[in-house]
């Protein structure tokens, strides 16, 4: 749960649509692989109690065979240098109020 907050308020703080919107392309890039690398790990994390969904998480990533490796292999920052990312339907139901 920590990672997550931490990538919010990554995002609250670095606001990447305004990097994108006033040219700063690298540091975009640098903010998007971030987020990516940190949602990947929080793959990991939450694979024991919802494999399906840690999986449908890497295959949206481009690493569908992520699973197959090993905890040495996967837990190092930046072991992964492009992504492949693609659009999927939600991973859980909205909740209306």
């Given at each position: ?5 931490f990538c ?7 606001k ?12 975009f ?6 987020l ?9 994390l939450t ?8 999986q ?10 992520e ?6 292999q996967?837990k190092?920052?930046?072991k ?16 209306e109020?």
């Amino acid at each position: 749960l920590d990672l997550m907050t931490f990538c919010d308020q990554y995002v609250d703080k670095e606001k990447p649509w305004q990097l994108i919107k006033n040219n700063k392309v690298d540091k975009f890039q640098e903010v998007i692989y971030n987020l990516i690398e940190s949602i990947r790990h929080i793959s990991w994390l939450t694979q024991p109690f919802m494999p399906e969904i840690s999986q449908q998480i890497f295959e949206a990533l481009g690493i569908s065979q992520e699973n197959k490796k090993s905890l040495e292999q996967t837990k190092v920052w930046g072991k992964i240098k492009n992504y492949q990312v693609k659009k999927i339907k939600p991973l859980f139901p909205r909740i209306e109020k």
